[in-house]
């Protein structure tokens, strides 16, 4: 595709339900990176993929959050047992390669209401 | 604690007004990255600073990495309704395989 896209744009759930966010990076990106942005806030950083491992899991904010990244290409954000302050914009972006300044694209997002 | 940190939070200008908002750390960083994003979209990249204290300039705007590669700031000169939005300062401090994190921000309103 042209950019990265997620899906869904919007997710509305209720508390305590599992929710999946998928990702699908520009074709040929090695490096995929998440996002978590409160209303009118900067970017809280979650974890980074290089290829499909992730050796930086530490801004991930419980354990009810995991992410995978398979074949090097599509990631999915699992929020187990959501709760309401789970309630946020996830973004994803992807980048060419690993080098510090790499430009990174960013899909739209994925708007999630706990309800 | 934040890593970066942005100021002002929020600038609100009439249209014609110069401006300069600053992205400051206490960490030194291998590379400077300022964005822009606009209400339901994600952060567009406008530039990338890796060397102290250069200067790069993207029409209105002008971008400064401090010398000693722990600040940056963003000057818009003129600014337009166009420029509006949330202008984010991101970094990475490692050379290479190291995640990018961002600043908290500087909401800007320019008023026609």
């Known amino acids: 595709g042209a950019g990265v896209s997620q899906s869904p744009s919007n997710k509305v759930t209720e508390k305590g339900k599992d929710v999946e966010l998928r990702c699908d990076p520009i074709?040929?990106?090695?490096?995929l990176y998440w996002y978590r942005q409160s209303l009118g806030q900067g970017l809280e950083f979650l974890i980074y993929?290089?290829?499909?491992?992730?050796?930086?899991k530490s801004g991930l904010p419980s354990d009810r959050f995991s992410a995978e990244r398979t074949g090097g290409s599509v990631s999915t954000l699992t929020i187990q047992r959501t709760q309401q302050e789970d309630s946020a914009v996830y973004l994803c972006?992807?980048?060419?390669?690993?080098?510090?300044?790499?430009?990174?694209?960013f899909g739209s997002g994925t708007q999630l209401s706990v309800l | 604690t934040q890593l970066l940190e942005q100021s002002p939070q929020f600038l609100s200008i009439q249209e014609g007004e110069n401006l300069t908002v600053y992205c400051n750390s206490s960490?030194?960083?291998?590379?400077l990255q300022w964005y822009r994003q606009e209400p339901g979209e994600g952060p567009v990249l406008l530039v990338t600073?890796?060397?102290?204290?250069e200067v790069k300039k993207l029409k209105r705007l002008t971008f400064q990495f401090g010398d000693a590669r722990k600040d940056s700031s963003l000057h818009i000169t003129a600014a337009q309704p166009g420029d509006t939005g949330l202008y984010l300062c991101?970094?990475?401090?490692?050379?290479?395989?190291?995640?990018?994190?961002f600043g908290p921000g500087t909401s800007l309103s320019v008023i026609p």
């Open positions: 960490s030194v960083f291998s590379s």
């Open positions: 600073v890796v060397t102290g204290g």
């Open positions: 991101a970094g990475a401090r490692k050379t290479s395989y190291d995640k990018v994190i």
């Open positions: 074709s040929g990106h090695t490096a």
């Open positions: 993929f290089q290829g499909n491992s992730a050796p930086d």
């Open positions: 972006a992807s980048s060419l390669g690993y080098r510090a300044g790499e430009k990174l694209f």
